[in-house]
DNA sequence: ATAAAATGTAAACTTTAGTTGTCATTTTGT
DNA sequence: ACAAAATGACAACTAAAGTTTACATTTTAT
């Protein structure tokens, strides 16, 4: 089961979904429902949320219970 | 641009398409499309991918070009 | 307390990931 | 050289990501 820590790191960042969203080209909403665990995003908005956050991409998005 | 390496690890592992297919469930023609660059895979095939090679995501899937 | 900004949510939609089946071509092993 | 295994490719399809619009609720700042 896919988990991640965006809200955490957003808050780290004192980004709003907005913000963020601006930032990896993708709508508001889509973060709202990442966030939420709703869905499992493309790689490339992983790494570019990742360059964003300067993380690895591990550090935002893992596989939880295998 | 997003680029990957997909090739190169599984010819690494000597696996097939279809042994990498079933590693992390997907089908053959998936692994064929993904080694063209033909689409972005999801994060969870990435990460399963990943696991499999025994490298960080960023080494299989990168944005080139920004 | 109030207004503005931020977030949650939902429906209807478009786009893209991923599947299944099938056949042709290439590679590998003997 | 030959057969078997592996890959390429394509069409038609299904499933899921991501968008847009709109409105309700919550948070934040003054």
Same mark, same amino acid.
């Given at each position: 089961? %896919? #988990?991640?820590? +965006? $809200?955490e790191? $957003?808050? *780290?960042? *004192?980004? !709003? @979904?907005?913000? %963020?969203?601006?930032?990896? /080209? +993708?709508? $508001? @909403? !889509?973060? =709202? %429902?990442?966030?939420? =665990? ?5 790689? !490339? %908005?992983?790494? #570019? ?8 991409? /591990? @550090?935002?998005?893992?596989?939880? =219970?295998?």
């Amino acid at each position: 089961m %896919l #988990k991640n820590s +965006v $809200r955490e790191l $957003r808050a *780290r960042y *004192r980004l !709003t @979904q907005q913000d %963020l969203a601006e930032k990896i /080209e +993708v709508s $508001r @909403q !889509t973060i =709202g %429902l990442i966030e939420k =665990g709703d869905y499992a995003p493309s790689i !490339t %908005l992983a790494l #570019k949320m990742a360059k964003v956050f300067q993380v690895p991409v /591990e @550090q935002i998005f893992y596989l939880e =219970g295998e």
